[in-house]
T-cell receptor, first 115, second 114 residues
Framework: GAVVSQHPSWVICKSGTSVKIECRSL??????MFWYRQFPKQSLMLMAT?????????EQGVEKDKFLINHASLTLSTLTVTSAHPEDSSFYIC???????????FGPGTRLTVL | ELKVEQNPLFLSMQEGKNYTIYCNYS?????LYWYRQDPGKSLESLFV?????AVKQEGRLMASLDTKARLSTLHITAAVHDLSATYFC??????????????FGQGTILTVHP
């Protein structure tokens, strides 16, 4: 089946630094990718919808200047957490929508800890 | 705005017993998904339900969809310890502007004990 990878799997950084997370569809093209955030014991909350070649669409309450999303190709979307703070510590999961089958596949997630 | 509610949120079951998790959604949705999540892991796809009356089964899990009632169920038969996990349902919003984004329920934490 289709595979979505995320890199890194986990990252620990100091407060005030920026962190980039990559989401790749390995064997299919994805014009649309989604970024979710999940806090412990909670559900997944959609942060933004990333469309290849255009600006991301952010959900209400998500700061677009803090969570920068770039979807430069049909197989890669990146999420950059700028000036990270401890409250940004979370599990970030991306998903990629395979255009041909209209099926969404989830990545393994990236655990971010900000000290 | 599409909202999804699961019930119950916590479920402790004895091995061998049956139980059903319910998932209600508030507005029209063109797909309903069920996922499993183990601690520290991402989502594992279990079922996708596309139409009214759809029923899918895999092992001890069976999912169904009633689009008129906006209700999906995940039925667990003769539970075993390996089924302990968090289960999420998610509804996909209809319409081109939704880009196929999913709205998740709160999750049901299932614990199966001897």
């Amino acid at each position: 089946g289709a595979v979505v990878s995320q890199h890194p799997s986990w990252v620990i950084c100091k407060s005030g630094t920026s962190v980039k997370i990559e989401c790749r569809s390995l064997d299919f093209q994805a014009t649309t990718m989604f970024w979710y955030r999940q806090f412990p014991k909670q559900s997944l909350m959609l942060m933004a919808t990333s469309n290849e070649g255009s600006k991301a669409t952010y959900e209400q309450g998500v700061e677009k200047d803090k969570f920068l999303i770039n979807h430069a190709s049909l197989t890669l979307s990146t999420l950059t957490v700028t000036s990270a703070h401890p409250e940004d510590s979370s599990f970030y999961i991306c998903s990629a929508r395979e255009t041909r089958t209209d099926t969404q596949y989830f990545g393994p997630g990236t655990r971010l800890t900000v000290l | 705005e599409l909202k999804v509610e699961q019930n119950p949120l916590f479920l402790s079951m004895q091995e061998g017993k049956n139980y059903t998790i319910y998932c209600n959604y508030s507005t029209t949705s063109d797909r309903l998904y069920w996922y499993r999540q183990d601690p520290g892991k991402s989502l594992e796809s279990l079922f996708v339900l596309l139409s009214n009356g759809a029923v899918k089964q895999e092992g001890r899990l069976m999912a169904s969809l009633d689009t008129k009632a906006r209700l999906s169920t995940l039925h667990i038969t003769a539970a075993v310890h390996d089924l302990s996990a968090t289960y999420f349902c998610a509804a996909r919003g209809g319409g081109a502007k939704s880009y196929g984004k999913l709205t998740f329920g709160q999750g049901t934490i299932l614990t199966v004990h001897p």
